[in-house]
């Protein structure tokens, strides 16, 4: 019996030497010991795992497991915006308005917000306010077409620079120099009027009394590939010069130029250079004072034209006549047209179109909202309305200045 018991527990050693599991005779050798379980043996050992291991486990599309860190979350980088200038020509002249075409490749087809800026020390650009960029049909390259005018001859380039933005947000930006053709010097005379055309017109134009001491001319003008804004004339006899409401663009403008001068001056003569026939033209408008009482701009005050002068003493010849005729014939209807013809030529004479101009009030030459202001008012001043024209009003001072001043500023006695 005892040999069997031995056998049994023989056998079980060991079966639980093969699982390596504690046997029973190491039960009994451990005796008192708490730590019955090797727990080195249940536990196994941390060990680094590798990417490699990973990859072995399950394919995946994520980027490349080896690569650093700091490189898994890199935006993609943006291509760089490309400048080029096309259709330059070789030679201009100063003063001469000539195009050159731009373009942008930003490699994109997101939409942007264009801002562009140039470098206008040395040049001046016509269209800035205008310019448009033009998307290709076939690519991601915008067009635009830049129109500049020489200053001077010592100009070889200038910086253009092109910033889009996606969202308000600045996407790209870039600059180019821009070359420029060879400008060439204007072998100007002495009344040049600093304007280079195509086409140069005038169309009419006025004289009548500025104020007790000058004249003022008044000249309509027109022209073709033209900056109006820089028509000047190199005349020193001349007081005060300018251009007013400068209609249409470079392409076909119009404007108002006038000129204030001494009563002694004859004409006013000027020239200008015609890009179509390679040389100067010249204009020489006569002086003629008008004495014109309804003046679309500057006109002599109505009481000292002579159309006034007849009017009034036609209109108090009359009434005389008629008082005389009324008193003879004993007719009443003949003192009725005596009493409205006195009246007609009081309202000519105008005694309740007299104001007050306000003061700090700007008086301009003519009745537009860019027009040239040739006096401010220091104080309150007692003026005459002449005319109205919209918001408005044509007013003669005490000294014989003539202007137009809005109607706001005028304070009716």
């Known amino acids: 019996m005892v040999k069997k018991l031995l056998l049994f527990l023989l056998a079980i050693n060991l079966g639980a030497t093969s699982l390596n599991e504690p046997s029973v005779f190491d039960m009994l050798e451990r005796g008192k010991s708490d730590n019955l379980v090797d727990k080195s043996r249940l536990t196994p050992k941390k060990e680094s795992i590798k990417a490699d291991d990973i990859k072995n486990i399950m394919p995946t599309d994520e980027p490349d497991l080896s690569i650093p860190d700091s490189s898994l979350y890199d935006t993609i980088k943006k291509r760089d915006l490309i400048l080029k200038v096309q259709n330059m020509p070789k030679n201009v002249v100063v003063g001469e308005i000539f195009k050159v075409e731009i373009t942008a490749n930003p490699q994109s087809e997101l939409d942007f917000e264009f801002e562009s800026t140039l470098d206008e020390r040395n040049i001046k ?59 060439k010097e204007l072998k100007a005379p002495n009344n040049y009027n600093n304007i280079v055309a195509n086409s140069l017109e005038v169309k009419k134009f006025k004289t009548t009394k500025f104020d007790d001491l000058s004249n003022i001319m008044i000249v309509e003008i027109s022209g073709k590939n033209v900056d109006l804004a820089s028509f000047f004339i190199n005349d020193r006899t001349l007081i005060k010069q300018g251009v007013d409401t400068i209609n249409g663009d470079f392409g076909s403008q119009s404007a108002y ?33 008008e004495d014109d009482e309804i003046s ?81 008012s220091k104080t309150k001043e007692g003026i005459e309305i002449l005319n109205e024209r919209n918001e408005y009003v044509k007013i003669l001072f005490n000294d014989g200045k003539i202007g137009w001043v809005k109607k706001d500023d005028i304070i009716k006695n």
């Open 257 to 289: 130029y006038f000129a204030v001068f001494k009563p002694n001056k004859r004409s006013l003569d000027f020239s200008y250079y015609n890009l179509q026939k390679e040389k100067f033209e010249s204009f020489s408008l006569p002086v003629s004072v």
């Open 296 to 376: 679309t701009h500057v006109g002599l005050n109505p009481k000292q034209s002579d159309i006034a002068t007849y009017k009034n003493v036609t209109i108090y010849s009359l009434a005389i006549l008629l008082f005389v005729l009324g008193i003879f014939r004993r007719k009443i209807s003949y003192f009725i047209a005596v009493g409205l013809l006195v009246a007609l030529g009081i309202y000519t004479y105008n005694p309740f179109r007299k104001a007050t101009l306000k003061q700090d009030v700007s008086v301009k030459i003519l009745p537009t909202t860019n027009s040239t202001i040739f006096y401010i």
């Open 125 to 183: 650009w016509v269209n800035s306010k205008f310019i448009q960029w033009v998307k290709s049909q076939n690519d991601t390259t915008y067009t635009a077409t830049l129109y500049l005018q020489a200053k001077n001859s010592t100009t070889k380039s200038v910086n253009f620079t092109l910033n889009l933005k996606h969202n308000r947000t600045e996407y790209q930006k870039s600059s180019i120099n821009i070359f420029l053709p060879k400008i």
